[in-house]
């Protein structure tokens, strides 16, 4: 689980730190900076899956009256009652030259387990006579990329491992029926911002876990009536999702993109949950759910979220200004986003007002703003 | 066709709306999205007038509906100082027209608090006398998953008409306002 959230110089964001929830309200109003902190944080997972910093960090992403050249993103996980903290700072040039990696450091329970500085990287292990950790292998090595994807898995390096799998498996997305395509050509592994590639991870993880696909079909079929199954259908090479309804005894097949933008909608977030349920997800932190689902099947999925929250020990952010989702997550620990006069982020819990529910405060405004 | 709403809850607070929602979905098997929940503000304090404020609104839309669909209407208040009848006899009064003995609407009074019941679902012989003990104790455990055991114990002696051992007498008076619904909830 995500509990700190730092993140320095970097858009809208100054110095800026938040503590997700286990299942948490981010809302605000626009521009007040909530995407650009699911940013930083993709930005991360890129790092930790491998790719090349200055393909993440773009120069232009500092802060606008800032002219310091150095963006900061830290991270504090709480993962089976251990600690991890990460530490990463980008730095840019005022010449052009690349941006580079200038420091990155991982603690575990308080103790320094991966550092990055001055072009040199310092491994850690545990040792396995004392269980205490010591320092192991130091080497040079690139600035351009983290050193962190390239550890390969030993009993002995287990935190670092664990850490990145842990942020490598967050989901961060804004879904949007209209760009998810309905060809997979392909499996791929990780879902896309926007679900772009639903049709790809769906095949992925058909082949890897058909029991979510089977469970997200169950909650689906509550959802849309006559929904029976979501499936992948030969084309040549590629596979087309195809969704199945029952209607009046015969089966009827539907291409994905036959379906209402509202209908895609929900079989991806019923998909999306089942497989945070079965750990496929370590969390999910997911912008605007609510878009052009309606009314009175908001609140079942979030519900469902809750209770797997709860239950099964997962994490849940949502961005939201939808009232069905402001009224039914505002409990004192969300977060109000704002930027006062325009300039960097704060954040606070949303404001009661006696006598009116949570939505209502946010759309009548309130006079410090 | 669309589905419907059928039973519209107008309660106080987070500890009415996981209690009502917990009884009715999980041992009594109706669809979440059958239970619609009126919005409820987030301050304490605020929960027994936005009831009272509501409850003329959502009594008229529910007797405009039920003409042509089965819905229940179920509003939850705490009685707080008052008694249970004279609380019951305030819902009637702000409802407008009163209620008929064969409409669905439903009473849930628990004395004092809704707290007093957790409290004797967990084990405690509960005194309905007593003012604030219940809140302080087991006023988080009311707002969230920790009461979902004992409220579904609650729903299953209900369900089976199962006898309570020694219940708080708002919990008995619950219990027997439940039974203007049960036939409706059977039958859906």
């Known amino acids: 689980m995500l509990t700190e959230l730092y993140v320095d110089n970097f858009r809208c964001l100054t110095n800026f730190r938040i503590n997700p929830g286990v299942f948490q309200l981010w809302s605000g109003d626009n521009g007040s900076g909530k995407t650009s902190v699911l940013h930083a944080m993709r930005n991360v997972q890129r790092l930790l899956r491998g790719e090349h910093v200055g393909d993440i960090f773009e120069e232009d992403s500092t802060t606008l009256w800032d002219t310091r050249l150095e963006q900061t993103v830290g991270l504090s996980l709480s993962i089976d009652g251990e600690t991890y903290e990460y530490r990463l700072i980008v730095e840019y040039s005022r010449h052009g030259a690349k941006t580079r990696i200038k420091r990155e450091q991982m603690k575990w329970n308080d103790e320094t387990f991966f550092l990055y500085d001055a072009g040199e990287a310092h491994l850690f292990r545990i040792n396995r006579g004392t269980g205490?950790?010591?320092?192991?292998?130091?080497?040079?090595?690139?600035?351009?990329?983290?050193?962190?994807?390239?550890?390969?898995?030993?009993?002995?390096?287990?935190?670092?491992?664990?850490?990145?799998?842990?942020?490598?498996?967050?989901?961060?997305?804004?879904?949007?029926?209209?760009?998810?395509?309905?060809?997979?050509?392909?499996?791929?592994?990780?879902?896309?911002?926007?679900?772009?590639?639903?049709?790809?991870?769906?095949?992925?993880?058909?082949?890897?876990?058909?029991?979510?696909?089977?469970?997200?079909?169950?909650?689906?079929?509550?959802?849309?009536?006559?929904?029976?199954?979501?499936?992948?259908?030969?084309?040549?090479?590629?596979?087309?999702?195809?969704?199945?309804?029952?209607?009046?005894?015969?089966?009827?097949?539907?291409?994905?993109?036959?379906?209402?933008?509202?209908?895609?909608?929900?079989?991806?977030?019923?998909?999306?949950?089942?497989?945070?349920?079965?750990?496929?997800?370590?969390?999910?932190?997911?912008?605007?759910?609510?878009?052009?689902?309606?009314?009175?099947?908001?609140?079942?999925?979030?519900?469902?979220?809750?209770?797997?929250?709860?239950?099964?020990?997962?994490?849940?952010?949502?961005?939201?200004?939808?009232?069905?989702?402001?009224?039914?997550?505002?409990?004192?620990?969300?977060?109000?986003?704002?930027?006062?006069?325009?300039?960097?982020?704060?954040?606070?819990?949303?404001?009661?007002?006696?006598?009116?529910?949570?939505?209502?405060?946010?759309?009548r405004g309130w006079g410090d703003e | 066709m669309s589905k419907a709403s059928q039973i519209i809850v107008l309660c106080e607070d987070r500890a009415h709306d996981v209690f009502v929602t917990r009884f009715l979905t999980r041992k009594w098997g109706i669809d979440r999205r059958d239970v619609r929940v009126v919005d409820y503000p987030r301050d304490e304090g605020s929960g027994r007038r936005h009831v009272e404020d509501k409850i003329e609104e959502e009594g008229r839309a529910f007797r405009s509906r039920n003409s042509h669909a089965a819905t229940i209407l179920l509003i939850v208040r705490d009685a707080d100082e008052n008694s249970v009848g004279d609380v019951r006899d305030r819902l009637d009064e702000r409802l407008g027209l009163a209620r008929g003995a064969d409409e669905s609407i439903v009473y849930i009074i628990p004395k004092w608090h809704i707290e007093a019941w957790i409290a004797y679902l967990s084990g405690d012989s509960v005194d309905e006398d007593e003012k604030s003990e219940y809140k302080k104790r087991y006023g988080n455990v009311a707002k969230s998953k920790d009461c979902h055991g004992l409220v579904d114990s609650l729903a299953v002696k209900c369900k089976e008409q199962a006898s309570l051992d020694d219940p708080p007498p708002s919990l008995v008076e619950a219990c027997q306002e439940f039974e203007r619904i049960r036939g409706a909830l059977r039958s859906r």
């Not at chain 1, 750990?279 to 809750?306: K, T």
């Not at chain 1, 009224?327 to 004192?332: D, E």
Request: aromatic residues 8%.
């Open chain 1, 132 to 363: 205490q950790v010591e320092e192991g292998v130091r080497f040079s090595a690139d600035w351009s990329r983290s050193v962190i994807p390239s550890i390969a898995e030993r009993d002995d390096n287990r935190p670092l491992v664990k850490f990145r799998e842990c942020v490598e498996s967050w989901l961060l997305v804004h879904p949007v029926p209209l760009v998810m395509e309905e060809m997979a050509r392909g499996e791929m592994r990780a879902l896309s911002p926007h679900l772009e590639n639903f049709a790809q991870w769906y095949r992925h993880l058909l082949q890897e876990r058909p029991e979510i696909g089977r469970r997200a079909n169950t909650l689906i079929a509550e959802a849309l009536p006559g929904f029976d199954l979501l499936s992948l259908k030969d084309i040549g090479e590629a596979r087309r999702l195809t969704a199945t309804f029952r209607i009046d005894g015969s089966n009827h097949e539907f291409d994905f993109l036959e379906l209402s933008d509202g209908q895609r909608q929900i079989i991806a977030l019923y998909t999306v949950l089942e497989s945070l349920r079965a750990g496929v997800f370590s969390a999910i932190f997911v912008d605007e759910p609510d878009n052009f689902v309606s009314l009175r099947e908001i609140r079942p999925w979030l519900d469902c979220l809750e209770g797997l929250c709860e239950e099964d020990n997962r994490q849940a952010v949502i961005i939201s200004h939808h009232p069905e989702i402001v009224n039914a997550m505002a409990r004192g620990d969300d977060l109000w986003f704002s930027r006062p006069g325009g300039a960097h982020v704060q954040v606070k819990p949303l404001p009661v007002t006696p006598g009116l529910t949570p939505a209502e405060t946010v759309a």
